[in-house]
């Protein structure tokens, strides 16, 4: 460590060896770098939020709604600092948190105040083994960091909408995405993980090793430990890695008809597809606009059907590329894929997942929606729908399933609320949960069903895991972290199941 670090070491002896019983921050200032400094590898760095270049060393969250605050953030190079961190951590009574990618956003996260930032972005591990058809790697990966990879040998696997977003975070919740139709969801694809617990010890789960622990990291696993590495199955790409992208614009007078469209799909999308439209207000001409992108695994003559379907709605625009499966998420949108990865927005978004297509609840609570944007000037929605074909993840069977609840989800309805601060989150909330309810109404689920790593944090555990998960996933708690440690975004809860 640095000579600054030996010199706090050497001011504050006592904080680096006491073992208090109580929570020293209710004792005044922590001195954190006494604290944890002298057990980190030479490669771990410590950084404090009053320091200039915080905000450059440390990865950002990507909205800044319900944020945790952190007294310090650690950056460590090995396990064995990670084992250290949450060990010391545990001895000091001092509450941590991990961050991957920081695109994490329920109102959980909010409790989380004056904690431990254990920021994983140093664990870069990627590893493609193709005599075994395996990828493993770390918690500072993203979908970007090995798609052109797989590309290049040949293969693919399943991955999310942005490719901006933290391979293993995406994973704990279960991982939607474009290509779900042919192989699932990305914990359809996860074979073993090697994960730090509450404790500070070091477990692989698997099927084979910990299998009941394995079940709940595919669908609840932030709850259970901080994942240092993650091993995938990957599978040859189809059509040699190539897939139709097409982008259409329209006005927003296509409301209604886009989704009398998209309810004729119900029951023949196919599963080469992936699909996402967003509809928009612009404050500056008072309009609203729609958009559709969609990918297609396939050769243009197998999606010039689907294709087709969307101009007979008479976009003002539209284009149409065979490109490597690796661009998809960049090249969206007519190549601004990259905005949904900018970071420091301030972004809520209640979620609704539906099993059929409502036209005339979606073009109701669209217009409801946009009259509500439009006589706010501080607020910016947006609603965004992605459309899955389910046949894969139901085909998997139950014993392989983990505890994600919702395979049977074909469409994933988002209210991106966009606004200034923390000064309207009351107002916001007050108007989504109504339009909430209509979705989830007509969804065909007659209840709220949606997608962990999109939920809002006010729905239930019911919601997040499953009410029939729940007495095992309790159980579970109780022997890996009855003091949860983790899982402040969605807790498991340890009783009444």
């Known amino acids: 460590m640095s000579s600054y670090i ?46 200039p270049d915080y905000n450059t060393s440390v990865i950002q969250r990507w909205s800044t709604w319900a944020e945790p605050t952190f007294a310090v ?68 990966i993203s979908f970007v960091d090995f798609e052109e990879d797989l590309y290049n040998a040949g293969k693919f696997v399943p991955v999310g909408n942005a490719f901006c977003v933290n391979m293993i975070g995406a994973t704990m919740g279960a991982g939607v995405g474009p290509y779900q139709g042919l192989h699932g969801l990305v914990i359809d694809a996860l074979r073993s993980v090697r994960l730090v617990t509450a404790t500070g010890d070091v477990v692989t789960a698997s099927d084979s090793e910990n299998d009941s622990l394995f079940w709940a990291i595919r669908g609840a696993g932030a709850n259970f430990g901080i994942v240092v590495s993650a091993t995938y199955e990957i599978f040859d790409a189809p059509n040699g890695g190539k897939l139709i992208e097409a982008d259409f614009a329209y006005n927003g007078s296509v409301n209604g008809s886009m989704w009398k469209l998209l309810q004729t799909w119900d029951k023949t999308y196919p599963k080469e597809m992936g699909l996402t439209v967003v509809m928009t207000y612009s404050h500056a001409t008072k309009q609203t606009a729609l958009s559709a992108s969609m990918t297609f695994f396939g050769p243009q003559k197998a999606a010039q059907p689907w294709i087709d379907q969307f101009l007979s709605l008479k976009p003002n625009r539209w284009q149409n590329q065979t490109i490597p499966w690796f661009n998809a998420s960049q090249s969206a949108g007519f190549g601004s894929g990259a905005n949904a990865c900018v970071r420091g927005v301030y972004n809520s978004h209640p979620s609704v997942g ?89 969804s065909g689920f007659g209840e709220l069903r949606t997608y962990i790593n999109y939920a809002n944090g006010d729905e239930s555990p019911e919601v997040w895991y499953g009410k029939g998960n729940l007495p095992r996933l309790s159980k579970l708690k109780k022997k890996w972290d009855p003091q949860n440690k983790f899982g402040a975004g969605n807790p498991i809860p340890i009783s009444g199941y």
């Not at 706090?8 to 020293?24: C, E, Q, R, V």
């Not at 000091?92 to 991990?98: D, E, G, H, S, V």
């Not at 606004?419 to 916001?428: A, I, N, R, S």
Request: glycine content about 6%; overall charge neutral.
């Open 354 to 442: 539906t099993k059929v297509t409502a036209p005339d609840t979606y073009t109701n609570v669209f217009n409801q929606y946009f009259d509500i944007t439009a006589a706010r000037p501080w607020f910016n929605g947006a609603i965004v729908v992605q459309r899955f074909n389910t046949a894969a993840t139901l085909a998997l069977p139950k014993a392989k399933q983990g505890v994600y609840p919702g395979r049977e989800i074909a469409s994933l309805v988002v209210l991106e609320n966009y606004y200034d601060g923390p000064q309207h989150d009351d107002e916001v909330l007050q108007f989504s949960k109504p339009l909430r309810d209509q979705l989830a109404a007509t």
């Open 6 to 51: 030996a010199a706090f070491l050497a001011a504050f002896p006592l904080l680096a060896t006491a073992s208090p019983a109580f929570d020293l921050r209710s004792q005044g200032d922590v001195n954190y770098t006494a604290i944890f400094a002298q057990g980190l590898s030479p490669g771990a760095t410590l950084h404090f939020p009053s320091q």
């Open 73 to 140: 953030t650690i950056k460590p190079a090995v396990v064995a600092d990670i084992q250290f961190i949450i060990k010391t951590a545990n001895q000091y009574r001092l509450p941590f948190l991990a961050t991957g990618g920081a695109h994490g956003g329920e109102t959980g996260f909010a409790n989380v105040k004056q904690a431990i930032n254990i920021e994983l972005s140093n664990f870069k591990e990627k590893k493609i083994d193709l005599a075994k058809n395996r990828l493993t790697v770390g918690p500072g």
